[in-house]
């Protein structure tokens, strides 16, 4: 079978940077769908086996291993209709199955030889039997191409005219992302004559706008593409080289400096500075130390969203006045890229040191009137009355978890935490805020704790960030969530499937996380309840407080499974803690885990199962206490004593937090359980035995799920 490796290319004015791997690895996965659709790529290899993607800033391209020249023909069947309206009563075609023919393009002149050709089903269906032809590479890659880039995540489309020397020229219209300019479309060594957005495919592509030895660029094979552009055009074709050398030469560089210096590489500013550059170099550059004054969150955020600059950190994560530039020519004497970069970057600096300088001027709190006219939502108010039920919820939250002083401190970061969204610099910079707001209430003289609890009061930010450090930002961060989950559940902005527009998934995950990692004493009703009675009721008509509890105990089971706990396990101490305090989960599940290995945990579980079923299903009332008079039988006299004498040792495990050891006390019971089971009817006819043993059922039920619903580990 003849099969070659093909390339196609699409040359294109500088693609949008943080699109650029994205659209790149489309237009290579639905360029490789739409071949093995048509069986000219084996449907049985994986993308990842026979598909390279390669972008630059001009130019998507994708080589694909073993595609055949024709496609193998098909042997198809066609069902057609009933023979009953297909043959008259001579089995002559009918009028209908000849124009039915007639469309799917078969010779009906013949007609006896027709009919003979036609084959019926067991349920009298006529079919046709044909081989249809395999398509030729040329006609399935154009295809192909014209589907992948109908099919792109392109966002908003440009429209330009063609060229004047192009197929179409004049006043021909095509759209695009960008301009096209160049078609490579290579099968091995020879060219696939397709069109693409009125350009016909050639084996020439243009390299690097400077540096490029020969222009065009010949591409002498598919398989030579990468080095053909490397060696001719100067350009590095692959992304993931191009990112590669990037951070290598960033390290390299900035060791030149010395020991105490390095670059932090920001994965996403690596990825959006890789797509603007075909051939990196990484210079390195310095900024006068007086802007060193300014917080360097600000002068680091300057530098890497307005320049795509890399810091330059010591030892100690602070910022030097040094910074990496990468580069995207290598010219024998790089002084006037430096001088050039160090040029540029200092009326940016100087911005950044002027909003910090006026914004000081002003202290946070002279600034909270002012959060009055800015819109939180319409249907819940502005910043400043937001902050107020904050600042309600922090100092009740505080009350509960310490003291007075406690209580105090979190309502002054509480009341100060919004007042830095009025300042310059975080117009400037959005993502700033608590940042800025932590800087300048250490400027006005507050507490430190306080101060650093403005900036902890967003954290975490995003899975994995860290908590906040202290009681204060703890109490102020998990108020702050709160008023967010009870105000948008409260006017009905519920997330739906992959939509959070106000990631309330993330509020309430870093709320629980709180309240697990940091064993904070309060449990979700309780926290609920606290919020919804700062809001006015009017403000929060829809508020259904069941929906939120509901959510949370969603989340903190996507957590908790998403840290590779069982999900059983999971299941087990969720359904024993519901929305009860929930700072000893972790210690619950460790004690589960534990427990599960025990030879008697599967049976315990089985039997807890039993006793539930058995205790959801009756109608009899049952007691508190058991009498020990209507024990009759030796088995539950038994289960009794033994029930007695272990509540005791495990109650005082319990209670002490072991729960390890409450579970392993526990597991002592099932020769008694086993036992009962075996030899005891609980269902007896006298009702004032059956009662007396249903209590003892329940007794040893709560006794053996004060850690974790046993059942739930019952497979």
Same mark, same amino acid.
């Given at each position: 079978?003849?099969?070659?490796?093909?390339? +196609?290319?699409?040359?294109?004015?500088?693609?949008?940077?943080?699109?650029?791997?994205?659209?790149?690895?489309?237009?290579?996965?639905?360029?490789?769908?739409?071949?093995?659709?048509?069986?000219?790529?084996?449907?049985?290899?994986?993308?990842?086996?026979?598909?390279?993607?390669?972008?630059?800033?001009?130019?998507?391209?994708?080589?694909?291993?073993?595609?055949?020249?024709?496609?193998?023909?098909?042997?198809?069947?066609?069902?057609? %209709?009933?023979? @009953?309206?297909?043959?008259?009563?001579?089995?002559?075609?009918?009028?209908?199955?000849?124009?039915?023919?007639?469309?799917?393009?078969?010779?009906?002149?013949?007609?006896?030889?027709?009919?003979?050709?036609?084959?019926?089903? @067991?349920?009298?269906?006529?079919?046709?039997?044909?081989?249809?032809?395999?398509?030729?590479?040329?006609?399935?890659?154009?295809?192909? !191409?014209?589907?992948?880039?109908?099919?792109?995540?392109?966002?908003?489309? $440009?429209?330009?005219?063609?060229?004047?020397?192009?197929?179409?020229?004049?006043?021909?219209? +095509?759209?695009?992302?960008?301009?096209?300019?160049?078609?490579?479309?290579?099968?091995? !060594?020879?060219?696939?004559?397709?069109?693409?957005?009125?350009?016909?495919?050639?084996?020439?592509?243009?390299?690097?706008?400077?540096?490029?030895?020969?222009?065009?660029?010949?591409?002498?094979?598919?398989?030579?593409?990468?080095?053909?552009?490397?060696?001719?055009?100067?350009?590095?074709? #692959?992304?993931?080289?191009?990112?590669?050398?990037?951070?290598?030469?960033?390290?390299?560089?900035?060791?030149?400096?010395?020991?105490?210096?390095?670059?932090?590489?920001?994965?996403?500013?690596?990825?959006?500075?890789?797509?603007?550059?075909?051939?990196?170099?990484?210079?390195?550059?310095? /900024?006068?130390?007086?802007?060193?004054? +300014?917080?360097?969150?600000?002068?680091?955020?300057?530098?890497?969203?307005?320049?795509?600059?890399?810091?330059?950190?010591?030892?100690?994560?602070?910022?030097?006045?040094?910074? $990496?530039?990468?580069?995207?020519?290598?010219?024998?004497?790089?002084?006037?890229?430096?001088?050039?970069?160090?040029?540029?970057?200092?009326?940016?600096?100087?911005?950044?040191?002027?909003?910090?300088?006026?914004?000081?001027?002003?202290?946070?709190?002279?600034?909270?009137?002012?959060?009055?006219?800015?819109?939180?939502?319409?249907?819940?108010?502005?910043?400043?009355?937001? $902050?107020?039920?904050?600042?309600?919820?922090?100092?009740?939250?505080?009350?509960?978890?310490?003291?007075?002083?406690?209580?105090?401190?979190? #309502?002054?970061?509480?009341?100060?935490?919004?007042?830095?969204?009025?300042?310059?610099?975080?117009?400037?910079?959005?993502?700033?805020?608590?940042? $800025?707001?932590?800087?300048?209430?250490?400027?006005?003289?507050?507490?430190?704790?306080?101060?650093?609890?403005?900036? *902890?009061?967003?954290?975490?930010?995003?899975?994995?960030?860290?908590?906040?450090?202290?009681?204060?930002?703890?109490?102020?961060?998990?108020?702050?969530?709160?008023?967010?989950?009870?105000?948008?559940?409260?006017?009905?902005?519920?997330?739906?499937?992959?939509?959070?527009?106000?990631?309330?998934?993330?509020?309430?995950?870093?709320?629980?996380?709180?309240?697990?990692?940091?064993?904070?004493?309060?449990?979700?009703?309780?926290?609920?309840?606290?919020?919804?009675?700062?809001?006015?009721?009017?403000?929060?008509?829809?508020?259904?407080? @069941?929906?939120?509890?509901?959510?949370?105990?969603?989340?903190?089971?996507?957590?908790?499974?998403?840290? *590779? +706990?069982?999900?059983?396990?999971?299941?087990?101490?969720?359904?024993?803690?519901?929305?009860?305090?929930? @700072?000893?989960?972790?210690?619950?599940?460790?004690?589960?885990?534990?427990?599960?290995?025990?030879?008697? #945990?599967?049976?315990?579980?089985?039997?807890?199962?039993?006793?539930?079923?058995?205790?959801?299903?009756? #109608?009899?009332?049952?007691?508190?206490?058991?009498?020990?008079?209507?024990?009759?039988?030796?088995?539950?006299?038994?289960?009794?004593?033994?029930?007695?004498?272990?509540?005791?040792?495990?109650?005082?495990?319990?209670?002490?937090?072991?729960?390890?050891?409450?579970?392993?006390?526990?597991?002592?019971?099932?020769?008694?359980?086993?036992? /009962? /089971?075996?030899?005891? %009817?609980?269902?007896?006819?006298?009702?004032?035995?059956?009662?007396?043993?249903?209590?003892?059922?329940?007794?040893?039920?709560?006794?053996?799920?004060?850690?974790?619903?046993?059942?739930?580990?019952?497979?």
């Amino acid at each position: 079978m003849n099969t070659q490796n093909l390339l +196609v290319e699409l040359l294109v004015e500088e693609l949008p940077p943080k699109s650029l791997d994205l659209l790149s690895h489309n237009f290579a996965a639905k360029l490789w769908l739409s071949l093995t659709e048509q069986d000219l790529v084996d449907g049985q290899l994986k993308i990842e086996e026979c598909v390279q993607t390669y972008s630059t800033p001009r130019r998507m391209a994708v080589w694909i291993k073993d595609v055949r020249a024709n496609a193998n023909d098909k042997v198809l069947q066609q069902k057609l %209709m009933p023979a @009953s309206v297909g043959l008259d009563a001579n089995a002559n075609a009918t009028p209908a199955l000849i124009k039915k023919l007639q469309a799917l393009g078969v010779d009906t002149s013949d007609s006896s030889k027709l009919v003979a050709g036609l084959k019926r089903t @067991s349920d009298g269906i006529l079919q046709y039997e044909y081989t249809a032809k395999g398509v030729s590479l040329q006609h399935g890659l154009q295809k192909a !191409v014209e589907q992948a880039l109908a099919k792109l995540p392109i966002p908003k489309l $440009m429209q330009y005219q063609l060229h004047e020397h192009c197929e179409m020229p004049g006043w021909s219209t +095509v759209s695009f992302v960008r301009p096209a300019h160049g078609l490579v479309a290579m099968h091995g !060594v020879q060219i696939i004559h397709i069109t693409a957005l009125g350009l016909n495919a050639t084996a020439t592509t243009l390299g690097h706008r400077f540096e490029a030895l020969t222009t065009p660029v010949h591409i002498h094979t598919a398989d030579s593409y990468e080095e053909d552009l490397l060696k001719n055009g100067a350009v590095v074709a #692959s992304f993931e080289k191009r990112r590669a050398n990037i951070a290598l030469q960033l390290k390299s560089v900035t060791e030149s400096l010395g020991h105490d210096f390095h670059c932090e590489i920001d994965p996403s500013l690596l990825d959006e500075v890789t797509a603007l550059v075909e051939r990196p170099n990484v210079i390195s550059c310095h /900024f006068e130390e007086q802007f060193l004054k +300014v917080p360097q969150e600000c002068l680091i955020l300057t530098m890497k969203t307005n320049q795509k600059y890399f810091p330059v950190l010591n030892s100690n994560g602070t910022l030097t006045n040094h910074f $990496m530039v990468v580069s995207n020519i290598s010219a024998k004497d790089m002084s006037a890229v430096k001088t050039g970069n160090e040029r540029v970057v200092r009326p940016r600096l100087a911005d950044a040191k002027f909003f910090y300088e006026q914004d000081c001027k002003k202290t946070l709190e002279s600034r909270i009137n002012g959060l009055e006219k800015v819109v939180y939502h319409h249907k819940l108010g502005n910043q400043l009355q937001r $902050m107020q039920r904050v600042t309600t919820v922090a100092h009740q939250l505080a009350s509960i978890v310490g003291d007075a002083q406690l209580a105090l401190k979190a #309502s002054t970061a509480a009341r100060l935490s919004k007042a830095d969204l009025l300042t310059d610099m975080v117009g400037e910079f959005p993502e700033l805020q608590g940042i $800025m707001g932590a800087y300048y209430a250490r400027n006005d003289g507050v507490a430190p704790d306080v101060a650093q609890a403005i900036e *902890d009061h967003y954290k975490p930010r995003f899975a994995g960030d860290q908590l906040p450090m202290s009681m204060v930002g703890l109490v102020v961060a998990m108020a702050d969530k709160m008023e967010t989950l009870v105000g948008m559940f409260g006017i009905g902005n519920l997330p739906t499937g992959d939509k959070d527009p106000f990631a309330l998934r993330r509020h309430a995950l870093g709320v629980i996380r709180m309240l697990i990692d940091k064993k904070i004493p309060i449990g979700i009703q309780q926290l609920i309840d606290i919020c919804a009675s700062s809001f006015e009721k009017q403000t929060i008509a829809e508020f259904d407080k @069941s929906k939120l509890e509901q959510f949370f105990l969603e989340r903190v089971a996507n957590l908790l499974e998403s840290e *590779d +706990v069982i999900p059983s396990h999971v299941s087990a101490v969720m359904e024993s803690v519901k929305l009860n305090t929930w @700072s000893h989960v972790r210690e619950r599940l460790e004690a589960v885990a534990q427990f599960s290995l025990l030879p008697a #945990s599967e049976a315990l579980a089985a039997a807890n199962k039993r006793i539930s079923n058995i205790l959801k299903k009756s #109608s009899d009332f049952i007691n508190a206490e058991v009498n020990q008079s209507l024990l009759i039988e030796k088995a539950e006299q038994d289960l009794y004593t033994q029930l007695i004498n272990i509540a005791e040792k495990a109650d005082t495990c319990f209670n002490a937090g072991d729960y390890k050891a409450n579970l392993t006390v526990l597991a002592g019971l099932r020769d008694s359980v086993d036992a /009962f /089971f075996n030899e005891v %009817m609980v269902n007896a006819e006298d009702q004032a035995i059956r009662q007396n043993r249903l209590s003892l059922l329940n007794k040893l039920h709560a006794q053996m799920n004060q850690v974790a619903d046993l059942s739930r580990l019952a497979s």
